[in-house]
């Protein structure tokens, strides 16, 4: 599903991403590691089509995600590690979501409720406003509503309290076939029971990858 | 809310200070009021459009919300015309509701309305709206932080509403280039052709604008000076935010 080729991303003389090549395929749930610096996000970023490569390339599906976003962004779901200070209500956000990604309003109140988050007392606030933990478990109940193939969480359970984390590994069970679930953690412990790859990254480069 | 609240307590603060009783060098009434509007809106709307557009992609990248919002499918075109419309909305309207706020109640208070200047003042702070917005667009597409970025557009403001007339004014004294030249410099800038247009429905003529006015006269009648001043800041706005974009698009977006 996801194919990186040589891919390599510089900012300044700072090279961020060194040479990297990897293969995510279907039913991997991989758990991405190294110290801060390490080239982790970048290579999310690039994931995404943020990023322009320096040299290198990044394939969804057969799609280049810079030069066809829209078409590959609909089989990603994304959950930053920090949640952004969007200003948009809860309302708003669920009309973007479900306008831009066609996904459905129901459904992101269902994983909502599953996340024990209540929805319905604070669809007129803004997002901005609302706890950390809420933040969180409202971009991953919409992360999980978007049914895609792949799903990328950065420290999705920074913010999340122990019976939160418990919700959302069990949502993840239930929603994990056929799909690329990739975890950016430092706290391997956290999701070892759910991924079956462990990449390391360090300076840039892929220093270890094990099947588990 | 701010923004709605100076434009609208300007045309209040007129009224109470009973700006449609006074008459000035001809002007009165409502055309008084609309002129003095005219002139505190030509120096405010565009620091105000400026710094609250600048940071508009630039601060929604500083504070990861550019991250979260593009990880959906929608196409930049998509998400940053839509932001400059949206960014429109909020900055045309209430400046244009203050102007039918004082029609309305002059209207109500019994004065002749001027329709030809407030269809005018109309087009004008549309076109100059345009003008600063694209500008404002075309800095944040390019500028990494928010600060910058504020930094960028406060130098814009100042070098066009003062800098520019100062050096030209300086360079018309020392005789060393045509007149001709440095009128066509100062009309090349948004804010002085904003300016001379607003003036010219009250004095087709422009007399209170001494010899210049024949230079601006004997090269361009006064309709067409008046589509000029709608069409070029409108034309200057359209191309900053598209090269806006085609930096946005070329760019890493984050």
Redesign the interface.
Known sequence: MIKISQLTKKFGSHVSLDNVSCEFRKNESIALMGANGAGKTTLI?SI?????PDHGDVLINGLNPVKE??????E???V?Q?????KLSLDELIQ??SV??NVDRELMLHYADEMKLDIKANMNKSFFKLSGGMKQKM?IAISLAKKSGIIIYDEPTANLDPKARDDFYRLLKQNEDEKVLLFVTHRLEEVKDLVNRQIYMDLGKIVSDEIV | MVYSLVFGGLIALFFIAGVTESQVMGFSGLSRLLLMYIQITIVILPIFILITTVRSISGDRD???L??????????KQYYWGKIIGRFITVYLPVLFAMVIAVVYGAFKGADIPWAIFFLYTGLLFALSSAFLGIAFFISSFVKSSEVALGIAFFIWIFLLAFIDIALISLMMQQRFNEGLIIFISLANPMELFRVAAISLFDPELTVMGPVAFYILDSISQSAFVLLSIGYPLALGLIFAFLGYKIFE?????
Request: charged share 20%.
């Open positions: 970023r995404l089509g943020y990023y322009h976003r829209t078409k590959v962004l609909r990603i779901s994304f930053p920090l949640p952004p200070p969007i973007y979501v831009s990604a971009l | 504070n990861h919300i991250e979260y919002m593009l990880s959906f499918p929608i196409s930049l070329k760019k890493d977006l984050v």
